[in-house]
Every structure is written in C-alpha cells, then in structure tokens.
C-alpha cells in the first residue's frame, strides 16, 4: 500500500500543479486549424483583379476529399485550377482577371487530427456591393449518421484491441498456463479472435467513413471512388489501412498461437508482439496527438495510454471470463493473481499520468473542463475512471490480504496472511476459495467501467479539444431579418474576437434579392439576460453601402450574450434579427 499512497500523493502534486497553472496564469488557448490571415482579406474592396487567393492557418491542414473554392455572386466558380496546400498555407488560383463584382472563398480542410475545419467569407473587386458568403456558398453540416456511426466503429476498434492484444498478453505475462487450459481455452481463443476481426472492422469502416466526415458529404457516398482515392491518400487513411492489415496478420498469429498452445516459439511471440505494437500505434497515430503543441511528446504519452489501457482492460477480461470462474486449478489462480495485480498497478499508474499530460496540452485551463463539449465528456471520463480506480483498489486488497501479495514488513519480509492458505505451504485454503466470488464482482465493476471509459474515449477523439473551443471563437452569421409581414432580408453580422473587451462589429445588410440595401435606419444592442446586463447600445458608423461599423464595441465580460439587430426600413416598417453567443 505504500506504493500505492506515493503515487496517489505524486498524481495529486500533479494535478494541483495544473490547476494552479492553469487559474494563476491562464491565457488564450491556441485553437486548432483556424484561418488566421486571408488575401484578399474579408469584407476586402480591391482596385484590380487578384491572381490567387491565399488562405494561412494556425497549423498545417491538407485537402484531401475538401474544397477551396472562389465563387461568383451567382455560384460560379471562378478558379482556374485544384488548390496548392503548402504546410500551414493554401493558395486557390483564380482565372486571369475577374470582372468587377462580388466573389465568395468558401474552403473545407483537413487538420493535422483529421477533423474537417470550414468556412466561407466574401470579397468584391471595384466598389461592387459585397455579397452574403453563407448564402451563396451554404455549407453542409456533417451527416448525422456519419457523425454518429464514426465513435461507434471507434469503440468497436478499442474493444477489438482489448481482446486481440491486451487478453493475450495477460496470458503471456501472468497466466502462461491458460494457453492450455482446456475447460476454457476455447472461450479465449474465440475472443482473441473476435478481437482481431473488430480491429479490422473498426479500421476499415473508419477507413470508409472518413471521406464523407471530411468531405461532408452524405453517408451514402462511403464507397464513392474520389473520396477512397483521397482517404488513401491522407495520413489517417493510411494508418486505417495499415491498422487494418495488422489485424488481419495477427489473427493468423493468435491462430497458430492457439493451436501450439503458447508454449516455446520465441519466433512466433516476437512477431505477435510486433503485431500488436504496431495495433497500438497506429491507434494512437490518428487524432489531437498529431496536431497542436509538443506533437512527439503527445504522441509518446498517448501510445503509452493506449497500451497501458490495452494490457488492464485486457487483463480484467481474462480474468473475469477464466480465472476466477470454477474448474481453474486453485494453484493457477494464486499464481496469476498477485502478477496481475503488479502489471494493472502500473498501467493504471500510467494511465494517470498520461491521462493527465493529454488533458494539460487539450484542456488548456481547468476552467474548460466546464464550459466546453470536450470538458464536460473527459470530466465524465474522468469521473468514470475514479470509481474503477475504487474497484480496483478494492480487488487489490483482496489480493494482498488473501493471497499475502503488495505489502512487506519493515524488516523487508512478506506479509502473509494466516488464513489465506491452508497447512501446505503456498496452497489456497477455503478462506480465500470462498471469497472469490466476491474478488469476480469487483473485476466484473472495473471491466463494465473501463467498456464505458473506452466508450467516452471514442467520442472525446472526434470532438474539437476544449483548448481550441475555450478560445474565442469569432463570429460570423447571417441572420433573416423579420418583419410584420415575415421575412424581409437578411442581416450577416462579423463579432471579432469575442471576447471581453473591445471588439469589432461588421454588418451587412441585404434585400430579398441578396443585394446590399441601404436602411432607413439601424440599431444594435448588447444584453446579458443571466447577469442582468444591458440592453447597452452598440454605436455604428458606416462602412460603404449596406455596411456599418463598430470597432470599438464593448463586451463587459463573459458569458452567453445576445445581439439584436433593428431595422428602420421606412417610416412605419421595422425588422429585427438577433444571435446569441459565447464570449470566453
């Protein structure tokens, strides 16, 4: 127990340390893959025709089955030839010379996670009116059951992972003999194999999800031949693909492994331990590990996460559904149990700590862990995983005090507990035979957890970290604008950075032919209904026709705040929009 109570008080230093860090010397969270810098830049006026439009993000993004595209007032594209993507920057060739008018750069890509990050923003050349970007380039919002279906493959691919290397290894490391076990050992080998087919099942419908995920495109389009081409050729879908093939060879290696029983091919484990390493990084190759700060860092620890996840969970399992059932020799049991609890010691152990560097370089601060989507699934997660971290400790001190295993004496001898064993020397006696039913409820809680922690895992890879969505994340809408006889316009409303502080409001007013009109006139107010603040007045000055101005507008802190935009088309006739959003 002491090693025990040292690393808890060292993963409690750990811990604070972060959360001081993080109230003391907060800053701005970096965002992942967000357009910085933009030529021609947004709402932009130009005297002659550009060449090119470049596009420059926070890190480096690909296209892969997304878009860059220039587009006229009337939906036409406008250039010339597919976009050049050069690390962090993506330059869309436009045709020789565009005619004065308005244009729209509408882009989706690809970030170094294999998220899609999209956007659109307008231009004009001479002094054309701007156009609305969203409603000449709307964008599509990814396929519910794409959305869906992706955490579910995911999950299946942890699972399969589990069964294909982490039961195995329990074999390997504490119970050799289960390899022959005959009562059983049929049971094993169909899970280890099952385990192999879900790696492969889950690789290769992660493989034919991912072009309509980037592309955005609907789930019936998984085996259209353009998105496989572009998934081949990306990062994610080539470890897909390698992750897949693993699978399959190592379902031939548990195969013979099986039938030889586990018993004296070096050869043969060398290679199944290859296998199953190259399973564990190419899971821990694809997703927020690659993208960001400190990428080899993240990278090493998340491997180490996913392996140390791999071996416990897989541990649990073999001993819920053979060690601990009726018909394994007693001598087994008192041989495989104290092993294990070793190894799940330090893969709990390091799971923690891991746990705990991925969630510094995602979370950013503590205070996201409460306000974004990706806080509030990795705070269940870690919820979930202090309760079988509880379990555990309980089948722990079964284990030492039945089986006299984890404590010594100061004089360095073992602690054996007298009735744990019978007269004969290291046999199990009744005691601890009629206890293990009790020992099976505990492992049966930390397994059905740890399915539910691989679930919320699966999700927590596909959402946006917490450091990028507590950033402040401008906002850029447009809003129909209605009246007493319904809708009468539109409104496309720019808040940039929104944040606390000075901000700058853009907006454009358009008629029902999407044309900038000019009001009669125009109010914007601010109000704060959970604080009680406002309405406060938003002063404008105009900007070009159907364009108004505030570079100066004053959020006074966070929270959820709402914009309402007022109309005055003529002497009897009002219109209003209005938009509710986050300031951070």
């Known amino acids: 127990m002491r090693r025990l109570h040292a690393t808890g008080v060292a993963l409690l230093v750990l811990v604070a340390g972060w959360l001081f860090a993080g109230v003391v010397t907060a800053g701005p969270a970096s965002a992942h893959a967000e357009l910085v810098s933009s030529t021609p830049a947004d709402g932009e006026h130009l005297t002659s025709s550009p060449g090119s439009v470049t596009l420059r993000f926070s890190e480096h993004v690909s ?4 878009y860059a595209r220039v587009l006229d007032a009337h939906g036409r594209r406008v250039d010339r030839k597919p976009p050049a993507v050069s690390g962090d920057v993506v330059t869309v060739p436009l045709r020789e010379t565009l005619s004065r008018g308005a244009y729209v750069v509408t ?3 690809i970030s170094a996670d294999s998220h899609p990050v999209e956007g659109a923003y307008s231009f004009a050349v001479g002094n054309a009116p701007l156009v609305s970007a969203q409603a000449v ?4 919002p990814t396929d519910i059951r794409v959305a869906f279906l992706l955490p579910v493959f995911r999950w299946v691919g942890y699972a399969g992972l589990v069964l294909a290397v982490g039961l195995p290894a329990f074999l390997l490391l504490c119970w050799p003999a289960g390899w022959a076990w005959r009562a059983g050992s049929g049971r094993l080998r169909r899970l280890t194999l099952i385990g192999a087919a879900a790696v492969v099942v889950g690789a290769a419908a992660g493989y034919l999800l991912q072009g309509p995920y980037t592309a955005g495109t609907r789930l019936g389009s ?3 031949g353009s998105l496989l081409a572009e998934t081949a050729g990306s990062g994610a879908g080539v470890l897909l693909l390698v992750r897949a093939v693993l699978g399959i060879a190592l379902a031939g290696v548990l195969v013979a492994a099986w039938r030889r029983e586990g018993a004296g091919d070096q050869w043969l484990t060398g290679v199944g331990v290859v296998l199953g390493l190259g399973v564990v990084l190419t899971t821990a190759g694809i997703g927020h590990a690659v993208a960001g700060p400190w990428p080899g860092l993240a990278f090493a620890s998340l491997t180490v996460h996913v392996a140390a996840m791999t071996v416990w969970l897989g541990g649990l399992t073999g001993l819920f559904l053979a060690v601990l059932r009726p018909g394994v020799p007693l001598q087994q049991t ?3 149990l104290p092993r294990f609890s070793r190894l799940a010691f330090g893969a709990v152990s390091a799971l923690v700590i891991t746990g705990i560097v991925q969630a510094v370089r995602e979370v950013s601060t503590p205070g996201a862990l409460f306000t974004t989507e990706y806080g509030w699934i990795l705070t269940a997660k870690l919820l979930v995983v202090v309760v079988v971290l509880g379990a555990a400790a309980v089948s722990r001190v079964w284990v030492q005090q039945h089986l006299g295993v984890g404590g010594r004496r100061p004089d360095g001898r073992r602690r054996v507990t007298a009735q744990a064993f019978a007269a004969e020397p290291g046999s199990v006696g ?5 206890a293990l039913p009790s020992l099976r409820r505990s492992v049966l809680v930390e397994l059905a957890l740890g399915l539910v922690v691989l679930a919320l895992s699966a999700v927590l890879v596909g959402e946006s970290p917490a450091a990028a969505s507590a950033a402040p ?8 604008l209605h009246g007493s006889s319904g809708t009468q316009g539109s409104v496309e409303v720019s808040v940039v950075p929104a944040s606390p502080g000075i901000n700058s409001l853009h907006l454009y007013l358009f008629d029902g032919s999407n044309q900038l009109t000019q009001p009669a006139g125009i109010a914007v107010t601010l109000t704060e209904p959970a604080k009680s603040i406002g309405p406060l007045t938003v002063p404008l000055q105009p900007g070009g026709p159907g364009h108004y ?10 929270g959820t705040w709402t914009l309402t935009v007022t109309v005055r088309v003529d002497e009897f006739t009002a219109t209003t929009a209005s938009t509710t959003f986050p300031v951070r």
């Open 473 to 480: 994340q401008p906002i850029d809408v447009t809003l129909p």
């Open 430 to 434: 009744s005691a601890a035979t009629a």
């Open 107 to 109: 882009y989706r890509v």
């Open 137 to 140: 380039a709307a964008q599509k």
């Open 63 to 66: 296209i892969g089955p997304g």
């Open 549 to 558: 101005i505030s570079d100066g507008m004053s959020i006074p802190g966070a």
């Open 222 to 224: 998984v085996f259209d």
């Open 334 to 336: 008192a041989a495989a």
